[in-house]
């Protein structure tokens, strides 16, 4: 074992072919075919931001695949898995349990916690390959929440961060077209495709 393991370093190899150990609601990513409901596939990722005063923010964000309705767009200085949960309890109580959420290998991701929920909740965690993040196409949908929200969109305290994100989500949801839909709201077809929802 040990000269096995010094020549794979010597030969800078790193790579491990073993499968997390996880519940059976979690899987690696398999082919993945387009939601044709809401509440099918969520998307769920992070962005940062900053208060004035320069301390850091992370944003959790969730949006759905089939509809782009965003149910959360949660603010906090940190985030645990357990705080993932929390969060996702919270949004699912109103718009109900997604089949799937999509999810990359960050550590609030494979927690137990999280994994834990999923199971009880029948929730699979789609996880991305390492070193893929193009497996989550809508991360590029997340990464604009900071930059989309109405100028001055500088955060002068948590609760002020989540109120403006809020009001940034409501706007993205209700409001705002969306051409990959038809240039309709997200929460129009969201609540076209049955699913439970805010009226």
Not at 31 to 44: F, G, I, L, Y
Not at 91 to 102: A, F, N
């Amino acid at each position: 074992m040990k000269r096995t393991r010094r020549l794979s370093n010597e030969l800078g190899l790193q790579l491990r072919n073993k499968t997390p150990k996880r519940r059976v609601k979690a899987k690696l990513r398999e082919d993945r075919t387009d939601a044709t409901h809401s509440n099918q596939v969520w998307a769920m990722d992070f962005v940062h931001d900053q208060l004035a005063t320069g301390r850091k923010l992370r944003i959790l964000t969730i949006v759905d695949t089939h509809s782009r309705y965003a149910p959360a767009t949660d603010p906090r200085f940190s985030y645990r898995g357990e705080d993932v949960v929390q969060t996702l309890e919270r949004v699912c109580c109103e718009v109900g349990y997604p089949k799937m959420i999509r999810v990359d290998n960050g550590s609030e991701f494979i927690s137990r916690d999280l994994d834990l929920w999923a199971y009880q909740r029948d929730v699979v965690l789609d996880f991305s390959r390492p070193g893929k993040p193009t497996d989550n196409a809508y991360r590029v949908v997340q990464r604009q929440v900071p930059s989309r929200v109405p100028e001055p969109a500088m955060f002068l305290t948590l609760d002020d961060a989540r109120q403006k994100m809020e009001e940034w989500r409501r706007d993205y949801n209700e409001v705002r077209p969306h051409s990959d839909i038809g240039n309709k709201s997200p929460i129009s077809l969201m609540n076209a495709s049955g699913a439970s929802g805010p009226p």
